[in-house]
């Protein structure tokens, strides 16, 4: 069933005449009269009573209106929602971050003040390893998402540097490297070199680990690494119980502070860590463009 027929049908039942009902509507009596007709043999029952001033609601008329009511209501909420879509006030925002950029003060500040934007609109969160989100992206089950250093770049998706920060290392509270004071507390590549590296990639992959290590071996040095990790956390986890050194985004400074100290690195100032924003070329969830707009704006902000 249309849903004209049923507006006209309201107009009626509300104004109990189909002159005014027509002048309501914006349209003629003659065609109202045949509309209400035509739903009448449509539903094989008289709505109406026709009256020489008006008509009345018959007992199934009033039945009718109840039913009639309620789906022009939920046609009315429909349409409504939908113009919240449109003007991308309602909907679904899928984002993920991997855990060294959910890290960062940016994120939750970005995600406070979309919220704040955009109340009506469902946050879906998720944490991956770099790897994991940018294929999530590419497939289309996450809209957008912020990484440090991408380890892939498939076509369609666009990576924007948002903002920069330096890298430090990551070393057990008592080991011996830890408890050097002042300026020698900086720690040189060297000195990480001879010690066990955790690296949080996949082996062979790009990314701010492969950096690492092609800074070092371009000073000459040969890391020797422990343990190769999916994901930041494990990686600091790996640290506070005494299994290696790591470098991490200086915004992780201070995860497990009971267990970990964390020194600048002397030489690694071509070693830094981005934040990534990540989108499809081609998304056209207005959410998704709100919000990367949003991050834009604020690291804009930042470093203005």
Do not use: W
Request: with cysteine; aromatic share 4%.
């Amino acid at each position: 069933m249309e849903m004209r027929p049923l507006r006209y049908f309201a107009a009626v039942a509300e104004t109990g005449h189909m002159t005014r009902a027509a002048e309501q509507l914006g349209i003629q009596q003659p065609p109202l009269s045949q509309q209400i007709k035509a739903l009448e043999r449509q539903l094989g029952l008289q709505l109406f009573k026709r009256h020489p001033r008006g008509v009345t609601l018959t007992d199934a008329g009033r039945q009718f209106q109840v039913e009639a009511q309620r789906m022009l209501g939920h046609m009315a909420a429909l349409e409504a929602r939908m113009q919240r879509v449109a003007q991308g006030e309602e909907g679904v925002l899928a984002v993920g971050f991997t855990s060294s950029a959910a890290a960062h003060a940016f994120v939750p500040q970005a995600l406070r003040a979309f919220r704040h934007a955009r109340p009506r609109v469902q946050l879906q969160i998720g944490e991956h390893n770099a790897a994991e989100l940018t294929e999530s992206i590419s497939a289309g089950r996450m809209h957008c998402g912020l990484l440090r250093v991408p380890v892939d770049r498939p076509a369609g998706l666009h990576f924007e540097t948002l903002l920069r920060e330096p890298v430090m290392a990551a070393l057990p509270v008592d080991h011996p490297l830890a408890a050097r004071p002042g300026r020698a507390s900086r720690l040189t590549l060297a000195q990480l070199c001879r010690e066990g590296l955790i690296l949080v990639r996949r082996p062979g992959a790009p990314g701010l680990y492969a950096e690492l290590l092609a800074l070092c071996r371009a000073q000459g040095l040969a890391p020797r690494v422990v343990a190769e990790v999916d994901r930041m956390m494990t990686n600091l986890n790996l640290v506070a119980a005494g299994v290696g050194l790591s470098v991490v985004p200086a915004s992780m400074a201070g995860v497990h502070p009971h267990a970990i100290r964390y020194l600048p690195l002397a030489g690694s100032e071509s070693l830094d860590a981005p934040l990534t924003l990540v989108t499809r070329q081609d998304e056209d969830s207005l959410p998704a463009a709100q919000f990367a707009a949003l991050v834009r704006a604020q690291a804009q902000a930042q470093t203005a």
